[in-house]
């Protein structure tokens, strides 16, 4: 070994080491925030406007009970019992208007903060909206236009939009996000049924006229089934955008 060679070593074997950071470690650089496209609206812009029709028909239903409306066979149950119906038209109106935009993408990825407080009012609006559905349904006076089938199927889609909720909020309890939202989507769907059926019961009666009693469930009970439909969609391909490979999942957001 040369001089020089022995001269470098001796010189890297003297080098005290670096000191080690015993404080708090240097911030990491922020990292810019997530941008809100036109795309990110068009989901909760349809599914607002899809809630206009009934969130209409229950301010109407509201100002009958606060105003003093005649009294009608129509609206005489309402009358008779108002708290339930008016418990129904506040929290489904605010279940569906503010669940909207938790389907925007980039909201969640703008501010995640906002999707956790909504969410903390859907728990409850939603639970109140079902379970206030399934009270006017069984105890109020069916309606002449209804029948037993409607009834039936209220009460199966009223209990299965409770089911789906308290379930999403065990699956958020366990802190598995991934069931929590699937739940939530399904309990959505349902609560979303009366805007379906508006488009529903508008097909029915331009095709084959006022509808009967038995029609006028087929066409319900259709718009339930449709969200459901469109709800399982969307969960599977939620499904399968979580099972993609990081590679591909990154050559298609760049």
């Known amino acids: 070994m040369n001089s020089s060679t022995q001269t470098t070593v001796h010189k890297e074997a003297e080098t005290p080491e670096a000191p080690k950071h015993k404080g708090t470690p240097k911030p990491t650089p922020r990292k810019a925030h997530a941008r809100i496209s036109t795309a990110d609206w068009l989901v909760p812009a349809g599914l607002i406007v899809l809630s206009i029709v009934p969130a209409i028909g229950g301010g109407i239903r509201m100002a009958e009970l606060t105003g003093g409306a005649e009294i009608t066979p129509d609206n005489a149950r309402f009358f008779a ?109 349902i609560g979303m049924g009366a805007g379906t059926q508006v488009l529903t019961l508008l097909f029915g009666t331009l095709l084959l006229g006022t509808p009967g009693e038995f029609a006028k469930a087929l066409l319900m009970g259709a718009g339930w089934v449709i969200n459901l439909i469109v709800a399982e969609w969307i969960i599977h391909r939620r499904t399968n955008r979580s099972k993609r490979p990081a590679s591909f999942t990154l050559s298609r957001t760049l």
């Open 81 to 189: 019992s108002p708290l339930p119906v008016v418990l129904h038209i506040i929290s489904v109106t605010l279940y569906s208007l503010l669940g909207a935009f938790q389907f925007s993408r980039g909201l969640r990825r703008w501010g995640p903060g906002w999707h956790r407080t909504i969410g903390r009012l859907l728990i409850p609006s939603g639970l109140v909206a079902a379970l206030s559905g399934l009270w006017i349904s069984h105890f109020y006076p069916l309606p002449t236009s209804d029948g037993t089938i409607l009834y039936v199927l209220r009460l199966l889609f009223g209990s299965a939009m409770v089911l789906s909720i308290a379930l999403g909020a065990d699956a958020l309890r366990r802190r598995n996000f991934a069931q929590h939202g699937d739940w939530m989507i399904r309990g959505y769907a």
